[in-house]
């Protein structure tokens, strides 16, 4: 498996335990693509941005590596920062570089690395999951709802600032 997503996925399990298939499958969508999926309208993308980020109570940025130059800002309520990050995921997405890495390979190698792991993670949900996106064509998908109730992400991805 590629190293540098291996590193990455075994520190987003143990700060995340309750990632479900849905979940990986995100990460390694967004080390391998970012979000170059995006086709966006700057206007409604900053109205988005704003109004999500009046849900948040966070009073520092964190910021999560996940891979390729990529980083998941999470988001905080304040105008300026905001901004910076808005414009940072702008530029990211029009940037839109192919990535060299081969995805349906990285599932694979996923798939089977979760296999070999000693934790409650049942993988077969992955690969069944890893099936359907591929008959779909590989899309973006959203976190679970196990993910989204539990650690409520609000974030952009971007290039490092």
């Known amino acids: 498996m590629n190293k540098k997503f291996k590193e990455i996925l075994i520190r987003h399990l143990e700060q995340y335990p309750l990632m479900q298939a849905e979940d990986i499958y995100k990460l390694a969508y967004q080390f391998s693509f970012g979000p170059g999926h995006f086709f966006i309208n700057e206007e409604e993308a900053l109205k988005r941005l704003f109004n999500e980020a ?4 966070e009073k520092e940025m964190e910021i999560v ?6 980083y998941r800002y999470h988001l905080v309520n304040d ?10 995921f702008i530029k990211t997405i029009k940037e839109g570089k192919p990535s060299n890495i081969d995805f349906e390979s990285l599932l694979n190698e996923i798939g089977s690395y979760l296999n070999n792991l ?20 590989y899309p973006a998908i959203s976190h679970s709802d196990l993910y989204r109730n539990t650690y409520h ?8 600032l």
């Open 54 to 57: 009046e849900q948040v109570n």
């Open 65 to 70: 590596e996940v891979g390729n130059g990529y």
């Open 79 to 88: 105008e300026t920062t905001l901004r910076k990050i808005y414009e940072a």
């Open 118 to 137: 000693i934790i409650s993670f049942d993988s077969n949900n992955f690969t069944n999951l890893t099936n359907e996106m591929k008959q779909k064509g």
């Open 153 to 160: 992400p609000h974030y952009r991805l971007v290039k490092k």
